[in-house]
């Protein structure tokens, strides 16, 4: 068994989630807040076997993978700017941090 | 020392709480989601002596233990169906998941 | 890598966040209760290079360290007391427990 601690992006949480489910994998959920993140973030606790922790790192690695978005940014408050500087910019969304980390025992009662 | 990381029912955590401190054994309470349970599980992280895990696993396990329990059901909705339907059902409470993790330093500031 | 679990009290956590950041070192914050004290307290989760362990530990240490502070205690409610009785008492403030953790792998995706 191992434990993966994967701090991912709110956003990327709840579809993180029913990918675990799919794959019959359990995990547990903290909320957690940080890094040089200003918004918030989910860690996930998940048990696993040894042999399946590729497949773990890789549900998460396609579901939470760091990418380019398009947003439009918050309209500028000051009137002297033209409204038609409101163009969408690219911003970088997700990213996942996991550690893999060993166990000495593992007990479900 | 290692550091147990002990996943239990919200049910089950007050009365961890209180166990582990007859126990004189010092724990961190996180409040966590998930797993296939819907429902809110506290995650007890506890920092013991090696020579100290049997005992605080024993108390976990005393503790939390997945065990059956009768439940009314909500009452139905359904005005057609007879309110005499409501008998107590069984069902599975309780239960929790511990990781042993080895620790490389423990330190008190 | 290393992974550090710290928990510390909540009044501290804010200057921890800022310490860490000022060196370049990355956290991830847990809302914590528990251990024996009734407060609340926080737990920061940080992954950082072997070689950095014993900097990230003096900060957190020069941080979060257990101190005495003077506190007036709150007004004694008991009509008979002379409201004089409220001199300032020393408490101990602050405090850390650490645990240095072993990691398998590390991945940022
Ligand atoms: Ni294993
Ligand atoms: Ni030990
Ligand atoms: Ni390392």
Known sequence: ???????????????????????NIRATKLSTTGGFLKSGNTTFIVGIEDERVPEALKIIEKTCQAREQFMIPPVNMDATMDS???????????????????IEQFHRF
């Open 84 to 102: 038609s500087m409101s163009y969408p910019i690219e911003v970088q969304v997700g990213g996942a941090t996991v550690f893999v980390m060993p």
């Open 1 to 23: 068994m191992k434990l993966l601690l994967a701090i991912v992006q709110d956003k990327d949480s709840n579809l993180l989630s029913s990918e675990l489910i799919d794959a």
